[in-house]
């Protein structure tokens, strides 16, 4: 059977590489709200299992194909509805937004520091939208953003009017630095999300810091179960804990300045950190 053949092949933690994990949950049936990446229902199948070293969740499946975030993934989010969807999102009062809460968390960051903030640069890498930028924006940050699909990157820039560059970061290379460098629900989207934030030091300034959100996947399981919570869908490939978010930063050469674990407007459980490279 599918499921069994899945399994004999289950890959050691995305993570750390440890052979030793538990199953959290078997998914054979696209959840109600996920989104629609055209897997066929006969052909769903996942598992997920968390890590008994580095406490990440991950999920195991075939269904999701290298090059997804270069146009497949903003197409079944937003149906080529990028602008309405902005629009839409930007006008969220500050109670209801994720974004506007986020951007407050960067605001605080800056003030804490001393920075001015018409003199920080800033680079958002997989920004989607680019709510989160919008906001920023008015505030007078030098917003700019990288993201693997064109058509994102070209609604940043014509409507958003902020600096934009396609492509993934193996790739970039940048004249400037910047002095943040945002991930905000991207690394566990990507198979390597260790490579991905490590090089994210390569263009940071010496002052520059790290901001990421991941999936908080031990407060979602204390308000629901694997297969339903958002945290968990398929385009997952990891979920991640303060353990788990402790083991990545290590890895790719991070010291953590902040962490913390929120429940969003939106109802997603997310942990927030702010890092620094090593010295």
């Known amino acids: 059977m599918k499921d069994e053949a899945l399994r004999k092949n289950k890959k050691s933690c995305y993570l750390c590489d440890a052979m030793n994990s538990t199953l959290i949950a078997k998914v054979d049936k696209k959840p109600e709200l996920e989104n629609d990446f055209g897997i066929l229902p006969e052909n769903y199948l996942r598992f997920v299992y968390k890590c008994r070293d580095c406490s990440v969740y991950f999920n195991l499946h075939e269904n999701i194909e290298d090059g997804f975030y270069a146009g497949a993934y903003n197409k079944a989010v937003y149906n ?6 902005y629009t839409e999102i930007i006008n969220l009062p500050d109670e209801k937004s994720d974004n506007r809460q986020r951007v407050q968390r960067i605001v605080q960051f800056c003030d804490q520091m001393g920075w001015a903030y018409r003199n920080v640069k800033v680079l958002d890498i997989g920004s989607g939208l680019c709510v989160f930028l919008g906001v920023l924006k008015d505030f007078g940050f030098l917003c700019h953003c990288l993201d693997p699909d064109s058509v994102a990157v070209d609604h940043a820039v014509s409507n958003v009017k902020i600096k934009g560059y396609t492509g993934i970061i193996d790739d970039f290379e940048p004249e400037e630095k910047f002095d943040i460098v945002t991930f905000n629900k991207v690394l566990e989207h990507v198979n390597d999300p260790i490579g991905m934030l490590a090089k994210a030091k390569n263009i940071l300034t010496n002052r520059g810091v790290v901001y990421v959100e991941l999936p908080d ?20 490939l990891m979920v ?37 490279p090593e010295d």
């Open 80 to 85: 080529h509805k990028l602008m309405d969807k």
């Open 217 to 236: 996947g031990d407060s979602a399981l204390k308000h629901g179960n694997a297969v339903e919570r958002e945290e968990f869908y398929v385009e997952h």
């Open 240 to 276: 991640f804990n303060k353990c788990s978010l402790e083991c990545l930063s290590q890895k790719a050469g991070y010291d953590i300045l902040k962490v913390e674990s929120i429940h969003e407007p939106s109802d997603k459980f997310t942990i927030y950190a702010f890092l620094k």
